[in-house]
């Protein structure tokens, strides 16, 4: 059984930083794909970044491109998303989810297991 559980958000002014951790277990991680994702009220849940767990291959939506960086430490089953420049926009809900496999996956639906999440508030 695949656990993830997100830590790390909470209250910033625009302009600031969060990193998020996402603590992963119950696998051996090697073949799975580790995504970012956030959901805001009223809106869909968003893919933000995601990385290859084996190799370290990464990939950001475009809305977050050259702010947020996604890394992970094999050693601790650790996956994080450094948030800098933080804007209004990106408040929201974050996820961090686990998907079989080693395809760059940006769907929601094709993850397997996600986290309870961890609320991100930016304020202007």
């Known amino acids: 059984q695949v656990q993830l559980v997100e830590s790390g958000g909470g209250l910033v002014q625009a302009g600031g930083s969060l990193r998020l951790s996402c603590a992963a277990s119950?696998?051996?991680?090697?073949?799975?794909?580790m995504g970012w994702f956030r959901q805001a009220p009223g809106k869909e849940r968003e893919f933000v970044a995601g990385i290859t767990w084996s190799v370290g291959s990464t990939y950001y939506a475009d809305s977050v491109k050259g702010r947020f960086t996604i890394s992970r430490d094999n050693a601790k089953n650790m996956v994080y998303l450094q948030m800098n420049s933080l804007k209004p926009e990106d408040t929201a809900v974050y996820y961090c989810?686990?998907?079989?496999?080693?395809?760059?996956?940006?769907?929601?639906?094709?993850?397997?297991?996600w986290g309870h999440g961890t609320q991100v508030t930016v304020s202007s």
């Open positions: 989810a686990a998907k079989l496999g080693v395809v760059i996956t940006t769907t929601p639906d094709l993850y397997d297991d």
């Open positions: 119950g696998r051996t991680f090697s073949w799975y794909y």
